[in-house]
């Protein structure tokens, strides 16, 4: 038994170390390996092309005669006297009930039973709670069944429709592209969307030139100082092992603004890229270890790209796979 538990434990940590091996190997498939790296500001954590959209709850806008949605809550005074008239006919119930069963034990025991005077009193303090559940019934407003308004809502005679209280919609917030791009060009206005997608295109075929090479210098520029440290680490990782990625034929088939903002005074544009490659990887001599030299791979990747507010140079902040 414990030589086949040995076994099965060896068996699954070579497997732990091969996956490890495959998945550091196919890291240096094109420029980020196709993998997320670098930061994009406070929206590190959150999906790319999502967070200038999100899901509400319904609130329907409504006119100055229409009231919201009130729930009727019992006044402190009605609640403070029902409480206490209950306490009261629970005390006089129990003592009725023990003087009734000590009654029931024996001379000895001093019994006598509900006399006239405890049923009278008893039927008081019932009228009393019925007079305040009634009176309290009476103040409350109307309200409407099908949509819980009450008295402030339409009085036209227009009848409305009940809404779900699940019911979301998706409704564009402050921070969508559009309004991005407004706040944008009130610093630089200048700034051309057409003429950024070139930039966007232009940046990505020298990336992804400099990555082949493995030619930090040629990045540096192009690169924030925590991409250039991403990159650095990578491409000294490629020359210890003797790797060469090749990209070739790369086409660009699209690139669309996803997120456009602002925050601690820089300029953030997210660009999501649509781009098809031969992506393979080589030994110093040209022998091919991965990828193929004839099958294009196609994918699709979040560049994210910032600069000082103004009209400053671009540079790449982070890649998010899609």
Known sequence: MKRNFAKAFALFAAVLMLSATVLETSAHARAAGGRSIGSRGSRSYSTPGTTYRQSTPYQQSAPSRMGQPQVQQPSAGGGFLRSMAGGIAGGLLGGMLFRGLAGAGGPGYGGGGIGIFEIILLAGIGYMIYRLVRRK????????????????????????????????????????????????????????????????????FRI???????????????????????????????????????????????????????????????ALIYANLLDYTTDERGTVLEGSKTEPVKFEEYWTFTRPVGSNPWRLAAINQK
């Open 137 to 204: 019934r009476g103040n409350t407003p109307l309200q409407s069944v099908a949509t819980g308004y009450g008295s402030q809502g339409y009085d036209d005679g227009y009848q409305q429709q009940s809404i779900p209280a699940s019911y979301r919609v998706e409704e564009p917030v402050r921070d969508d592209v559009h309004t991005g791009l407004s706040h944008l060009r009130q610093m630089d206005p200048g700034f051309d969307e057409g003429r950024f997608k070139d930039q966007v295109m232009d940046s990505f």
């Open 208 to 270: 992804q030139g400099g990555w082949m090479n493995r030619d930090l210098q040629a990045l540096s520029p192009l690169l924030t100082p925590e991409m250039q440290g991403v990159f650095r680490q990578d491409i000294e990782r490629l020359l210890r092992e003797g790797r060469v990625n090749r990209l070739e034929n790369i086409a660009v088939r699209s690139v669309e603004l996803a997120e456009v903002w602002q925050e601690a005074g820089q300029d953030y544009v997210t």
